[in-house]
């Protein structure tokens, strides 16, 4: 009873449950030459990719999560799976209680789906055209639909283009309302497809700063796929990596740069001083008569104990500490699993 008990509260805190996915293409083969077109005409060759190899993972409500790894790697193979667009040839998937392929018509009211590189807005009409087809299509009740336009149209600061069509807005400009039109109806969880893809600085932080506006105050669990390493970054707390259709890493970010990060660099602005400073566990990998920038050893040394040395020694005007790029990590973290 106490484990039946337990399996059920396990049910409801997870909000999507993947177990043993698995998805094999078959993909045309043939070299090049008028004969070998004939040939593959009539006797086509195939060969077998495996976009997804036993995939499981799990996710609670509310979280934001980077789903990440190289091009092929199968992030987004497992995203529409997960949308309900693609069948698996096995495994189970289990988001809100519905399996997404068989319970589609009942599972999509839940979910919003953002692909950076396709439209759901009609390209010739005012986006609050598009929004209200989107109304009818999710049977979303007027007073919900009128809430959720003024919030997103607010936040996203949507006012002078919702009535603009689609084709002649900018790329960032159409991005945002691709995102209030994945949440006009209110979904549960958002699928982020490379949302800020092509865009400006200002986009970038614009989508970014909505992204956690939602999660914090609807609750929206968001799953993020991504290139761009500052989108990570800024957003998520865990990232679950997959190469080559297998999950290589699923965990929080700052254990990944425990696990890989040796190094920091400090610089140092100082009143003139005409002597470099050498210091143990900290490479100096530059000296001038009022900056220096050293490479220090994190597991020899504290950053903080390098500073107070150099504090005792030094008259300073300013201290910065950089830690390594995370795309170096990520590029650490394939190298490791040879992706």
Known sequence: MYFATKNIILEVYLLIKIEGLSKTFKVARRSSGLGEAVRSFFSPKYSEVNALRDVSFSIDEGEIVGYIGPNGAGKSTTIKVMSGILVPDSGDCNIMGYVPWRDRVQYVKNIGVVFGQRSQLWWDVPIVDSFELLRDIYRVPEDNYRKNLNMLTETLNLSEIINTPARQLSLGQRMRCELAASLIHDPKILFLDEPTIGLDAISK??????????????????????????????????????????????????????????????????????????????????????????????????????ISELSAKLEIIDVAVDSEPIEEIIIKLYKEHQV
């Open 205 to 306: 932080i614009a989508v970014r700063n909505f992204i956690k506006t939602i999660n914090k105050e609807n609750n929206v669990t968001v799953i993020l796929t991504t290139h761009d390493m500052n989108d990570i970054e800024t957003l998520a707390n865990r990232i679950i990596m997959i190469g080559k259709g297998q999950i290589l890493y699923d965990g929080n970010l700052n254990k990944l740069r425990d696990k890989f990060v040796t190094h920091k660099t400090v610089t140092i602005d100082y009143n003139e001083n005409a002597s470099p400073i050498e210091l143990n566990g900290a490479a100096l990998l530059s000296w001038s008569k009022d900056r220096a920038t050293y490479a220090v050893d994190i597991k020899q040394r504290g950053v903080s104990d390098v």
